[in-house]
């Protein structure tokens, strides 16, 4: 019977140490090119297979990273997990996804603290499952990824959403826009309340007189149908609405076609405004003016930091807050008057 060689075998049969071996398994950035082609031939020549199981015995850890979400029907998510999984498999680490409600339960919350992962990375999270957190933070290292959760400190990496709802109520009051709408969902979510607050205050202390209109919230849920109907609802509460801030790009691509379907042209009669920058807001038929969100950077920054808190548990929480910008397409004017 053939032997099952292990990682000690193949360093001897490559001439390098075993830790050498692991790095390169691991995909270690700090293995020279040369080297890791070398391991990698000598892996390949002998049919070598990583034995798991030995291995998690052995550093206590499974090389497994969860990811807790929320709405994966959001094209954001879809995009930020992309990024994610890339980002881990860069450092040699698989990914399990658990999608949520907006509220963490106390089943989800403890299957993940018992599960085998090495770490959490939290892409939703609102303030009434704090308790459900605390359960997992004492038995995994945890890191929040676009939210920041009050109370207990924990680790984030966000972007700047209340200076982005800053940045859209000032480019509505440089186009000499007026009667203001803003669209958005009831949410706990810090993410969307930043928003709000960043746009109504900018606009309160705007040197001219504004009409901000701000409807009762009517949904939960953001979706193209629910900003559809949020729109028709605003358009019949304000007719002369000239501009239109909504939270997030679903929303907004759902009111563009609602307020099309009463006959509003955009952006001549009515100017509309999403968040996120998600990868069809750029479509040629849609067009949608947005506040750009640094996916890419946030999710390199997350999971640098939680590899560190896994390396260093004792480590001071930290909050890292990244800038936004304004990403002016055809749902407003490109000259913004």
């Known amino acids: 019977?053939?032997?099952?060689?292990?990682?000690?075998?193949?360093?001897?049969?490559?001439?390098?140490?075993?830790?050498?071996v692991s790095r390169v398994i691991r995909n270690h950035p700090s293995i020279k090119t040369k080297t890791r082609e070398h391991v990698l031939q000598v892996i390949r020549e002998h049919g070598y297979m990583p034995n798991a199981a030995a291995r998690q015995m052995k550093t206590n850890r499974s090389g497994t990273i969860a990811v807790v979400v929320a709405n994966l029907t959001n094209p954001l998510y879809p995009s930020l997990l992309h990024l994610l999984v890339n980002q881990l498999a860069s450092h040699g680490l698989k990914t399990t996804i658990w999608e949520t409600s907006t509220e963490l339960d106390d089943a989800t919350a403890s299957a993940i603290a018992e599960s085998d992962v090495d770490g959490v990375i939290f892409a939703t999270a609102v303030a009434s499952s704090r308790l459900q957190h605390?359960?997992?933070?004492?038995?995994k290292p945890v890191v929040f990824l676009n939210r920041n959760l009050s109370g207990r400190p924990y680790d984030a990496v966000i972007s700047d959403n209340y200076n982005g709802g800053q940045i859209a109520a000032e480019y509505f009051v440089k186009g000499k826009r007026r009667h203001i709408g803003l669209l958005t969902g009831f949410s706990e979510?810090?993410?969307?309340?930043?928003?709000?607050?960043?746009?109504?205050?900018?606009?309160?202390?705007?040197?001219?007189?504004?009409?901000?209109?701000?409807?009762?919230?009517?949904?939960?849920v953001f979706t193209y149908e629910n900003g559809y109907q949020a729109m028709q609802a605003l358009l019949g509460l304000a007719p002369d609405v000239d501009a239109v801030f909504c939270t997030n790009d679903i929303i907004a691509i759902g009111a563009l076609d609602g307020a099309r379907a009463c006959g509003k042209r955009i952006p001549e009669d009515l100017w509309v405004m999403g968040y996120d920058d998600i990868p069809m807001a750029g479509w040629e038929a849609i067009g949608l003016t947005t506040i750009r969100?640094?996916?890419?950077?946030?999710?390199?920054?997350?999971?640098?930091?939680?590899?560190?808190?896994?390396?260093?548990?004792?480590?001071?929480?930290?909050?890292?807050?990244?800038?936004?910008?304004l990403v002016i397409r055809e749902t407003t004017s490109k000259n913004g008057q």
Do not use: C, W
């Not at 019977?1 to 050498?20: E, F, R």
């Not at 605390?134 to 038995?139: K, M, S, V």
């Not at 309160?204 to 504004?210: D, G, L, M, S, Y």
């Open 134 to 139: 605390q359960i997992i933070a004492h038995r």
């Open 189 to 220: 979510a810090s993410t969307i309340l930043d928003r709000e607050k960043g746009f109504m205050e900018k606009l309160k202390h705007a040197t001219r007189p504004i009409r901000l209109i701000h409807p009762p919230s009517q949904f939960t």
């Open 293 to 325: 969100q640094p996916l890419p950077s946030m999710a390199a920054l997350v999971v640098d930091r939680l590899l560190l808190r896994i390396e260093n548990p004792e480590l001071k929480p930290e909050t890292v807050r990244l800038s936004n910008e």
């Open 1 to 20: 019977m053939k032997k099952n060689l292990t990682s000690q075998d193949i360093a001897l049969l490559a001439g390098v140490s075993q830790s050498t």
